[in-house]
């Protein structure tokens, strides 16, 4: 069975510093990996695939086999980027999404 | 163009009462899922609709949980009874494709007392 594994609850960075939220998945298929993201009173929203190798608002993630990780990344974190990060797998041929427990991330200024 | 639409908002209702969501997907999109998200956890899928057929219902608890989109547009999720652990969001989504992007509602948030 699929699985997503998020190990942080929060994680708090200075304005400017770099951020790394950590994802790890368990499937024994070829995984389609995606990172969800909720800011404060929005929808959850599909951030960015690892299908698409494009960064969005500065994010990147890249999809580690060897490791079996898609760990997000910023260089420089804004303000704008508090939200509630969610790591999800796709897989089997219905396309089930398996969403990790999710991580809060807060930038103070 | 308009987002998935969901009804009502919020939701308090004592255990053992009947309750029910609903769901108005994007125009011309053939997948709709029902998620449960429950405090601390991500969304759990209970139910994904191609059409007005269902494709997985394998975590829906199906003694109490029920759903239906009779026209292969708008759907209803039902709970009857409701436990004190059905206190959760759900959150309704839907995509062009079962491959597509997914695009969620706002969310019924529920509270069993």
């Known amino acids: 069975a699929q699985r997503v594994t998020q190990p942080e609850k929060l994680l708090s960075v200075f304005k400017g510093a770099p951020v790394e939220l950590k994802c790890n998945y368990s499937y024994s298929g070829s995984p389609e990996l995606f990172w969800y993201v909720q800011y404060s009173r929005q929808r959850l929203q599909l951030l960015l695939r690892h299908i698409s190798r494009e960064s969005i608002k500065g994010f990147t993630a890249d999809l580690n086999k060897g490791e079996t990780s898609f760990h997000l990344k910023k260089p420089f974190a804004q303000e704008e980027d508090s939200a509630m990060y969610y790591c999800a797998l796709r897989s089997g041929a219905n396309s089930k999404l398996t969403f990790g427990k999710g991580i809060t991330l807060s930038v103070r200024p | 163009e308009a987002g998935v639409a969901q009804s009502p908002r919020y939701k308090i209702i004592e255990k053992r009462q009947s309750v029910a969501f609903w769901c108005n997907p994007i125009?011309?999109?053939?997948?709709l899922y029902w998620y449960q998200q429950i405090l601390g956890q991500g969304p759990k899928l209970l139910i994904q609709?191609?059409?007005?057929?269902?494709?997985?219902d394998s975590q829906l608890p199906k003694d109490r949980f029920s759903a239906e989109r009779l026209k292969g547009v708008d759907s209803t999720l039902k709970i009857q009874p409701a436990k004190l652990e059905d206190s959760a969001v759900y959150l309704c989504a839907s995509s062009r494709d079962r491959q597509e992007t997914q695009y969620f509602g706002p969310g019924t948030r529920l509270l069993v007392l």
């Open positions: 125009s011309g999109h053939a997948t």
């Open positions: 609709f191609q059409n007005n057929g269902v494709v997985d």
